[in-house]
């Protein structure tokens, strides 16, 4: 077997394309070992590779950003492999999407019939893409923050440009803006690096509170514990489970002495600043 042809060559080319061994064996020989090279003499395959990947689970990818005039759009794009969330035409093509997704206000039913620049329409660029380079790749998820009652503030983390990364967070905060300005940035940030699941208690949702509580009173069932206790130990770990997942109460990242609710009052000089909304985009995440 040739240098160009190596089996972790042909393995990887393999897991891109879907394409069987024989046929990676010769594009890679053809093309001196060039993997991208490759996957496009492997485009013969076109739209009928395209719709086997279909099956795939597409886990990686990126997620990208645009704002104009204080409004925010995030939208996740997922693709199977980091190598293809690397892939220029695919950063490129996630750089477009994330500027007409933020038109159509992140209705993304809206997003699959907007025309691109090369005059053909969302989704069929999409099937075009996967074409192209051999593997699914899926609009997941966006959502939209509009300029009305608040600031918003975004912060990306492991990115690849100003606008794309593996995790993005936007918070809306209401207040006046040279007090926003100041902690904005920093309370994205914590979002980003925390996960919370809500802005406060009431925000929780009721299913999930439900069965955090099932676990946790059966691992203390079959811990041993008596039943008078497990009501007592299950409030008090419910309780900091709450604490851990809702923004407000959680350990500000910058200060373990203090909470985010202390840096929003600490920061509000005449107005207490409000958190309206957030999100945080992380790629993959749940699939």
């Known amino acids: 077997m040739s240098e160009k042809s190596d089996l972790s060559n042909i393995k990887k080319l393999r897991e891109i394309t879907g394409v069987g061994f024989k046929d990676c064996k010769s594009a890679l020989d053809e093309n001196n070992g060039d993997i991208e090279k490759s996957i496009e003499f492997l485009r013969k395959k076109g739209i009928a590779k395209a719709s086997k990947k279909m099956s795939r689970v ?23 492999t980091d190598f293809v969330a690397k892939n220029e035409d695919f950063i490129n093509f996630c750089k477009e999407i994330s500027r007409l997704n933020l038109t159509v206000k992140s ?18 660029s ?3 893409l996967i074409s192209k380079i051999g593997e699914k790749i899926t609009i997941r998820r966006s959502k939209f923050f509009d300029n009305k009652y608040g600031q918003n503030y975004f912060y990306i983390h492991s990115g690849i440009n100003d606008i794309s990364g593996k995790i993005i967070s936007v918070v809306k905060l209401k207040g006046p803006k040279e007090d926003t300005d100041k902690i904005g940035q920093k ?5 980003a690096a925390t996960s919370p699941l809500s802005i406060d208690k009431n925000g929780l949702n009721n299913e ?12 203390l069932r079959n811990e041993g514990k008596k039943e008078e206790m497990i009501k007592k130990i299950s409030e008090g770990k419910i309780n900091k489970f709450i604490s851990e997942n809702t923004l407000l109460s959680q350990v500000w990242i910058m200060d373990p002495k203090k909470k985010v609710k202390d840096i929003i009052d600490e920061n ?3 107005d207490k600043i409000i958190i309206n909304d957030f999100a945080r985009f992380k790629v993959g995440e749940g699939l």
Request: glycine share 4%.
């Open 208 to 219: 999930i509170l439900k069965k955090e509580r099932e676990i946790i009173i059966e691992e």
């Open 268 to 270: 509000s000089t005449k």
């Open 126 to 128: 999409l099937i075009g």
């Open 187 to 191: 309370i994205a940030m914590h979002i």
């Open 58 to 80: 597409a886990s990686d990818g990126l997620v990208t950003i645009a704002e104009k005039s204080g409004e925010m759009a995030i939208i996740e794009i997922n693709s199977e």
């Open 107 to 124: 209705d993304l039913n809206k997003l699959t019939n907007v025309k691109m620049q090369n005059n053909l329409a969302v989704a069929e």
